[in-house]
Structures are given as C-alpha cells and as structure tokens.
Nanobody, 124 residues
Framework: QVQLVESGGGLVQAGGSLRLSCAGS????????MGWFRQAPGNEREFVGF????????DYADSVKGRFTISRNNVENTVYLQMNSLKPEDTAVYYC?????????????????WGQGTQVTVSS
C-alpha cells in the first residue's frame, strides 16, 4: 500500500514562496499520476494541480495558474509543489494524492491514496 507524506508547509508572508514535497513509500510513485489538493477551514477540498506519470502533462486550477508549479522526481519517488507569489487566500492544508488515471482529473473521487496534509498559512 502506498503511503504519502507531505512536508514543507509553514507560515509565510504574502508574496513569498514555499515548496511542498510529497514523498512516497510502499510503492513506486512513477506508476501514478499525482494531484495536489487543498482544504481551507469550512471549505471543501479543492483541486490545485495535476502531473502525469512522466511529468510531461500538468494542469492547474485557475486560481493558482502562473504561480504554482508541479514537478516530480521519479528516482527520488517524490512530487513537488512550488508555490510563488502566495496570497492569504492560499492558506489551507495541502494534500497530495495518487490518481487512478493518467489523464487530467480534478475530482477527489478520482484519487486513491492520500497523504495526511501539510499546513500552509499566508499572512497579509
């Protein structure tokens, strides 16, 4: 069973940057397309971005497009989320997850294994 562990969250001022990592164990992440999601208090979990198995295809929510970048290192079994120009509305718990499909999907139900999340707080 694949286990995912997110790290790299923290407190940052608006305009700052963070890089989140999602490390996999118990399985090879290169066999999965991956997604990043986030959930703010009182809100539903929402799609942030997607990366295909090879890393050749990415997709982003409109709210983060141009600011966030997903990448992966299949040798290190890790997926990354580089977040730049952070805004207070980016404050949330961020999760990575494995996708059932190697094509762009944005629904949480299309993802199987989930990490425990990492908190990102952006102050104004």
């Amino acid at each position: 069973q694949v286990q995912l562990v997110e790290s790299g969250g923290g407190l940052v001022q608006a305009g700052g940057s963070l890089r989140l990592s999602c490390a996999g164990s118990g399985g090879t992440l290169s066999t999965y397309a991956m997604g990043w999601f986030r959930q703010a208090p009182g809100n539903e979990r929402e799609f942030v971005g997607f990366i295909s198995r090879s890393g050749g295809t990415t997709d982003y929510a409109d709210s983060v497009k141009g600011r966030f970048t997903i990448s992966r290192n299949n040798v290190e079994n890790t997926v990354y989320l580089q977040m730049n120009s952070l805004k207070p509305e980016d404050t949330a718990v961020y999760y990575c997850a494995t996708s059932f499909y190697n094509l762009v999907v944005r629904k949480t139900t299309s993802y199987g294994y989930w990490g425990q999340g990492t908190q990102v707080t952006v102050s104004s």
